[in-house]
């Protein structure tokens, strides 16, 4: 007896239940590879914001992590796409009686590999961002290895002794007509009790004209003015030259921004001093 198109096997409620899984299985796929790929977009302003906290002289560019995480948001995109169109076939297929396999197996090991290649990739970029970060040591205007690296004062390496690169310091602001009000010699008053004190130097300068715009417009600036150069021996007998960044001046007492140049002459004094 020849069978009919009626004996043909019918789909039971279960088999649509699987496949509702599976449709279920493959959007938590997609969504998850989506908002991993928000996460690793958003990394590289994650690492500017550190650099930003430690005065790292130039911000370096973390574009990649934008191209990596677009590229993962994609791929989630097309896997829920992809969820949505084989689950209509599906079902489609169950309402025939048709019971073929349609092998969906394939897609799930093409993600697994894509997501294997991208953390691969992953890996190594994160390496490559340390090691431009590590090399930062060389650069004159890096912040050196003191506990307070994020309170707006910059620690720029001087190639001479502490006495050298104040009495160089000293004639750059005779030059430009500046007055030194003082200079501290703390290691000097240290020595004067019995105590030992790596060389450590402050110099206080400072010009009226300048400086009197800058008291009325922030009278709390006061504080910090006259401008203050701190010149210092660590522990290893390198000179360092330290100062406050005019940024965290301006933040700190709400200084105008066309007063800036007033107190920005700090940081050309203290790169040419370390020369």
């Known amino acids: ?3 009919t198109t009626e004996s043909k096997s019918q789909a039971g409620l279960s088999d649509y239940l699987a496949a509702e899984r599976t449709l279920l299985a493959w959007i938590r796929t997609g969504l998850a ?3 991993f790929g928000f996460v ?3 990394f590289g ?3 500017q914001q550190i650099q930003a906290i430690r005065n790292s002289p130039e911000a370096q560019p973390y574009g990649l992590s934008l191209w990596f995480g677009t590229a993962l948001i994609a791929a989630g995109v097309v896997v829920n796409l992809f ?3 084989h689950h209509v076939r599906l079902v489609r297929q169950l309402d025939r009686g048709d019971t073929t396999h349609s092998h969906p197996s394939t897609v799930a090991v093409v993600i697994a590999f894509f997501l294997a290649l991208v953390g691969l990739v992953m890996v190594i970029y994160l390496i490559s961002v340390r090691s431009p970060t590590g090399s930062k040591s060389q650069t004159p205007k890096e912040v050196s290895m003191t506990p307070n690296s ?3 004062i910059v620690n720029v390496p001087s190639h001479q002794s502490v006495d050298q690169t104040l009495e160089k310091l000293q004639a750059m602001l005779r030059a430009k007509g500046v007055a030194v009000f003082a200079l501290i010699d703390h290691s000097g008053e240290a020595a004067k009790i019995g105590l030992k004190m790596p060389p450590t130097k402050v110099l206080i300068f400072g010009n009226p004209k300048a400086g009197t715009p800058l008291m009325v417009a922030a009278p709390s600036l006061a504080i910090d003015l006259p401008l203050k150069i701190l010149v210092w021996e660590d522990n290893q007998s390198k000179v360092w030259i ?3 960044t005019p940024e965290y001046l301006q933040k700190r007492h709400g200084v105008p921004q066309e007063l800036m140049p007033n107190i920005a002459v700090v940081e050309t004094l203290a ?3 370390g020369e």
């Open 1 to 3: 007896m020849v069978p």
């Open 33 to 35: 590879l989506m908002g």
């Open 40 to 42: 690793v977009a958003r």
């Open 45 to 47: 302003l994650f690492l």
């Open 83 to 85: 969820a949505g169109w």
């Open 150 to 152: 994020d309170n707006g």
């Open 242 to 244: 330290s100062y406050n």
């Open 271 to 273: 790169a040419k001093a």
